[in-house]
């Protein structure tokens, strides 16, 4: 049982280019999210989704796209990267019904020079 | 909106001695409220919430509704409980139609042998 699988783990950038982020998990959770986390700022929600075909726009969503056309997967697309997105990046999921808890994936440091 | 804060960035303290990690809310509706933990170079997982009223690792955490906290509190400080604790609150939101939680920005812990 994998759970919440990230990739990459580390990448770098230059302003302007795109990339995806993957997230994957095998727990046939119906929501995923992705966060972003920043030094002194915690954890920022990006966008999240409650299930395949339905996603929606978290606390800092400028800048990404997302879309979940299996329940599995959540990838997350930067466009054109800036700087401001250096960050490290964590997808996380849980089931809908039941207890209210995430499971992380162990998280993509990314770098925009 | 909900919000949650950390009024500590970091959290300095000796083996054996007492810590309280504190965790203040707002939010009008009835609050689920978590402890998450990042200890080194591990993923993000859940220390408690407070819907379980257990004691994990020695913490304990009570939610208190009239100061609107949830302070996480351990009698007895150990090294291997040096990390990064997020607060955090799930919310139920109607446009999404799901519980967003909503993190803090986090308190780091050192506990110095």
């Known amino acids: 049982n994998a759970g919440v699988t990230q990739t990459p783990k580390f990448q770098v950038l230059k302003t302007g280019q795109s990339m995806t982020l993957q997230c994957a998990q095998d727990m046939n959770h119906e929501y995923m999210s992705w966060y972003r986390q920043d030094p002194g700022m915690g954890l920022r929600l990006i966008h999240y989704s409650v299930g395949a075909g339905i996603t929606d726009q978290g606390e800092v969503p400028n800048g990404y796209n997302v879309s979940r056309s299996t329940t599995e997967d959540f990838p997350l697309r930067l466009l054109s990267a800036a700087p401001s997105q250096t960050s490290v990046y964590f997808c996380?999921?849980?089931?809908?019904?039941?207890?209210?808890?995430?499971?992380f994936g162990a998280g993509s440091r990314l770098t925009v020079l | 909106a909900q919000r949650v804060t950390q009024p500590e960035k970091l959290l300095s303290v000796f083996k054996g001695a007492p810590v309280e990690l504190k965790c203040n809310y707002s939010y009008s509706g009835s609050p689920e409220l978590f402890w998450y933990v990042q200890y080194s170079r591990q993923r993000l997982q859940l220390l408690l919430r407070?819907?379980s009223r257990e004691s994990i690792k020695g913490f304990t955490a009570d939610l208190n509704k009239g100061e609107t906290s949830f302070h996480l509190k351990k009698p007895f400080a150990q090294e291997e409980d040096s990390a990064m604790y997020y607060c955090?609150?799930?919310?139920?939101?109607?446009?999404?139609?799901?519980?967003?939680?909503?993190f803090g920005r986090g308190t780091s812990l050192i506990v110095h042998p």
């Open positions: 407070h819907i």
């Open positions: 996380a999921s849980r089931a809908v019904a039941g207890a209210n808890v995430l499971t």
């Open positions: 955090a609150l799930s919310a139920f939101h109607a446009s999404g139609g799901s519980y967003i939680p909503t």
